[in-house]
């Protein structure tokens, strides 16, 4: 056992993270408008980044380069705000990696794989001997030594980490057949049709968009793409494919790695790309028993979050209390007697007198002013929704309004509000006047 933590160690100290944080997440619409989606906000307190970065951290993997693109200020100040702990004369480090046009003043980055080559000059100063590629949109727990461990036992140039999904959400991943000594024989991306699991019914096998490379190897695939014109320069389209096609690439099997929640041990690990995925896994952290398990103090999830005061619950005017059920409450929140019910509520957010707040999840800064009823509801940074607004309850309201998801989801952001008060200004009659006072 102490031969193979050592072991262990080594490959960890031998490995650099690259996690890929550039991407626009247009399918959570408003939600990254203003913002990258690994810098949305997630669970309370966590941006979604967060997930992989305690992961390396947790795993013992301490050079990381996080490579952003689209609309990065507030990752990029979220990550040097909480993440500047790595001390560089221990041979650690988190190094930003935006677009920078480093090989011609043509190209920013065209794909994944574009972009980890543009940065091969950087990485190649940290002798990497392994590289470990990783998605920043993902929202799961796992022990990347383990699969580092498991890509140096199968001696395979490459390793693609991979889970069973439903095949009526396939389409959305890269996915996979494997022999049975855990070869990929087949890699297709986003299939129209996917093709299910040998014995499945509805099964699946997905790539997480989690690999591990020699390095080496990888320079020398980065390059050799570079030449092809006829390339998008992207994993899943074109590296993982031609590698699949060679015999190169061995399946992890994420179960194998996957720290889960001690109390059910389910293979937890969550794409929360769309309005209704990411309210989904929010409410998950409402329930009573979560499947995703962030209380757990031996593997646990880092970030930054500002000096606030607790939360505090106190009456409403007339002196009726507030009333709690299955909620997450962060630093800064008060709820002044409205009944609160399977709400993800983050920092600093107010909730006034006589609210019927119902599966909500309210970024921070939000105040929800007297008498609103809210259900399933996203409210984004800094709104400030007037006296007696109802969302969530009538789908032709809400989709004039706000934006409305396909699963019932109403998603409120300070331009709607901005909108709908030139629409509907007498909703916000007087609303100068109470703003600071209710």
Request: hydrophobic fraction near 40%.
């Amino acid at each position: 056992m102490v031969t193979e933590t050592l072991s262990t160690r080594r490959l960890t100290n031998q490995t650099m993270a690259l996690i890929l944080a550039g991407g626009r997440g247009s399918r959570l619409h408003h939600l990254t408008n203003t913002r990258a989606k690994p810098a949305v906000y997630f669970g309370g307190k966590f941006r979604i980044i967060d997930f992989a970065l305690s992961n390396c951290i947790n795993s013992g993997i301490r050079k990381i380069g996080v490579v952003t693109q689209y609309k990065s200020h507030s990752l990029l100040r979220h990550l040097q705000a909480g993440w500047s702990f790595l001390r560089n004369q221990f041979n650690e480090f988190l190094d930003f990696l935006p677009a920078q046009q480093r090989i011609d003043e043509v190209h920013w980055y065209r794909g994944t794989a574009d972009s980890v080559f543009q940065n091969l000059d950087i990485i190649k100063e940290h002798h990497p001997k392994y590289i470990l590629i990783l998605a920043g949109d993902h929202v799961y727990k796992m022990d990347y030594a383990k699969l580092i461990l498991d890509h140096v036992t199968h001696n395979k140039p490459v390793t693609i980490s991979c889970l069973p999904v439903k095949q009526s959400e396939a389409s959305a991943y890269g996915i996979m057949s494997v022999d049975q000594e855990g070869v990929v024989t087949k890699f297709v991306e986003k299939p129209k049709e996917p093709e299910l699991m040998p014995g499945s019914s509805d099964m699946c096998l997905a790539s997480m968009g989690i690999y591990i490379f020699d390095a080496e190897f990888l320079y020398k695939v980065l390059k050799d793409d570079e030449a092809l014109r006829d390339s998008a320069h992207d994993f899943g389209h074109d590296i993982i494919p031609s590698l699949v096609k060679q015999g190169l690439a061995y399946a992890h099997d994420f179960s194998k790695s996957c720290v889960s929640n001690r109390g059910k041990q389910l293979i937890y690990w969550r794409d929360v790309g769309t309005v209704d995925s990411f309210w989904s896994a929010n409410m998950d952290l409402a329930s009573v028993t979560p499947d995703l398990d962030v209380y757990d103090q031996d593997w646990p999830i880092w970030t930054y979050q500002t000096q606030l005061p607790p939360a505090k619950y106190v009456q409403d005017m007339n002196g009726n209390s507030s009333i709690l059920r299955n909620s997450v409450m962060s630093a800064g929140v008060i709820v002044s007697g409205s009944s609160i019910c399977s709400c993800v509520l983050f920092n600093n957010v107010r909730v006034h007198s006589f609210c019927f707040v119902n599966e909500v999840v309210a970024f921070p800064d939000v105040i929800i002013h007297r008498g609103c009823r809210l259900t399933k509801v996203i409210i984004d940074r800094g709104c400030e929704l007037p006296r007696n607004l109802v969302a969530g309850e009538n789908y032709e309201d809400d989709s004039r309004r706000f934006y409305r998801s396909e699963g019932g989801v109403t998603l409120i952001t300070r331009k709607m509000l901005e909108e709908l008060k030139l629409k509907e200004p007498w909703l916000f009659e007087g609303f100068e006047n109470y703003r600071h006072k209710d």
